[in-house]
């Protein structure tokens, strides 16, 4: 059997988007509503650590897919099915450099990722 650890979804649901962004009102802790968990597994299929990731989490809205940072050390993204709450992700990518190693380049000092995001048929980190 496969070891998986949690990772904590809260879903929200925001009104329709005005024209005029600075009147928006703020996004109060209260409007959030937990749904539940799923675990993801904790390595990939070839052994790479997927503990003390979860972070930079974006959605691939072809395969509906959760992309996913691996462990904090090596800032690789890995792509996660997003099952039913209480259930298992399958792995669908493992974990991936998708810097090619140009990471450093940002920043020498402990360069993270911030956040990822599906465009027009790109992955944008």
Known sequence: ?????S?????????PIA??????????????VYEGS???PVQDRVGTDMTYGGYALG????????YFACHDYLQQLAEVTVP????????LQ????VT????????????RLGGSLWHDGRLIV
Do not use: H, K, N, W
Not at 19 to 32: F, I, K, Q, T, Y
Not at 59 to 66: K, N, S, Y
Not at 84 to 91: E, N, Q
Not at 101 to 111: A, M, Q, S, T, W
């Open 59 to 66: 959605i691939d809205p072809v395969r509906q897919g959760l």
């Open 100 to 111: 090619q190693g140009r990471l450093p380049l940002v920043d020498d000092y402990l360069p």
């Open 94 to 97: 493992d974990c991936t450099d």
């Open 19 to 32: 024209a005029d962004v600075p009147d928006l009102p703020r996004l109060e802790r209260s409007a959030m």
């Open 1 to 5: 059997a496969s070891v998986v650890r």
């Open 84 to 91: 039913p709450l209480g259930a298992v992700a399958t792995l």
């Open 38 to 40: 799923f675990r993801v």
């Open 7 to 15: 990772l904590t979804l809260m879903v929200f649901v925001a009104g």
